[in-house]
């Protein structure tokens, strides 16, 4: 019988992608209860920008994006969902997006959306199943399993199960990408993603696809480079 041979190359992956979810984990902070919101206020006039964190994060952990944008003169909000480490599934956490957006945004005035890794979906379950694509403008989402990543198998969390391949939660959001469209939407990720397995899987037809350099899933609301990408995407550019 052919013995099962764990290839040097396989063992390195695997740990990449151990420390890529541990890193984007660092901010752990599971709590119960109503959305939480960080905001501050940009210049007279300004747009408004949502953000919306990845798995174990919360709202701080876009920090550094926030301030990136406020200083481009957006106003910007950051979002804590709660709890965050996908235990609860897809359209509960998009539920929390929702009121959020109806106690905060007012009434008729659309603001952009930016979702980062686990958020993206937040974000797309917002815009396609509730409603959200009425007061979204622009949308833009950094390394987001639109079509699953293989880590998702080993966990079995309500929202996790949804982040598999062909999970019914994907296949029924990815059935009708469509209403996407019209949002001038942009899915920025980096090839070297070993937490979005396979890193393809942020591509989406109906988008703009940027590939950013980034050697780590979690440097991506982080480091200067995506930042840029999503500043572009949000003027248009």
Same mark, same amino acid.
Not at 17 to 23: T, W
Not at 29 to 53: D, K, N, T, W
Not at 206 to 220: D, E, G
């Given at each position: 019988?052919?013995?099962?041979?764990? &290839?040097?190359?396989?063992?390195?992956?695997?740990?990449?992608?151990?420390?890529?979810?541990?890193?984007?984990?660092?901010?752990?902070?599971?709590a119960?209860?109503i959305?939480?919101?960080?905001?501050?206020?940009?210049?007279?006039?300004?747009?408004?920008?949502?953000?919306?964190?990845?798995?174990?994060?919360?709202?701080?952990?876009?920090?550094?994006?926030? &301030?990136?944008?406020?200083?481009?003169?957006?106003?910007?909000?950051?979002?804590?969902?709660?709890?965050?480490?996908?235990?609860?599934?897809?359209?509960?956490?998009?539920?929390?997006?929702?009121?959020?957006?109806?106690a905060?945004?007012?009434?008729g005035?659309?603001?952009?959306l930016?979702?980062?890794?686990?958020?993206g979906?937040?974000? &797309?379950?917002?815009?396609?199943?509730?409603?959200?694509?009425?007061?979204?403008?622009?949308?833009?989402?950094?390394?987001?399993?639109?079509?699953?990543?293989?880590?998702?198998w080993?966990?079995?969390?309500?929202?996790?199960?949804?982040?598999?391949?062909?999970?019914t939660?994907?296949?029924?959001?990815?059935?009708?990408?469509?209403v996407?469209?019209?949002?001038?939407?942009?899915s920025?990720y980096?090839?070297?993603?070993?937490?979005?397995?396979?890193?393809s899987?942020?591509r989406?037809?109906?988008?703009?696809?940027?590939?950013?350099?980034?050697?780590?899933?979690?440097l991506?609301?982080?480091?200067?480079?995506?930042?840029?990408?999503?500043?572009?995407?949000l003027?248009?550019?």
């Amino acid at each position: 019988m052919d013995r099962f041979i764990l &290839r040097p190359n396989a063992v390195w992956i695997a740990l990449c992608g151990l420390l890529q979810l541990m890193f984007s984990g660092s901010t752990h902070a599971r709590a119960e209860g109503i959305a939480a919101v960080q905001s501050r206020p940009g210049g007279e006039g300004a747009r408004r920008v949502l953000l919306v964190h990845g798995i174990y994060n919360t709202g701080a952990y876009m920090g550094n994006m926030q &301030r990136m944008l406020e200083a481009r003169g957006w106003q910007v909000y950051a979002v804590s969902l709660k709890p965050n480490d996908a235990s609860i599934s897809f359209e509960a956490m998009a539920v929390q997006l929702n009121a959020f957006v109806a106690a905060h945004i007012p009434d008729g005035e659309k603001f952009d959306l930016v979702g980062f890794s686990m958020g993206g979906l937040v974000c &797309r379950y917002y815009i396609q199943k509730m409603g959200g694509n009425s007061r979204v403008r622009r949308f833009v989402t950094l390394s987001t399993p639109n079509h699953g990543t293989l880590w998702a198998w080993l966990s079995g969390r309500v929202g996790v199960r949804e982040m598999r391949p062909r999970s019914t939660f994907l296949e029924e959001l990815n059935s009708n990408p469509g209403v996407l469209k019209p949002l001038d939407y942009t899915s920025i990720y980096t090839p070297l993603d070993l937490t979005i397995v396979p890193p393809s899987s942020s591509r989406m037809a109906v988008a703009r696809n940027v590939v950013s350099w980034v050697p780590f899933h979690a440097l991506m609301v982080w480091m200067p480079a995506p930042i840029r990408e999503v500043e572009r995407a949000l003027e248009g550019t």
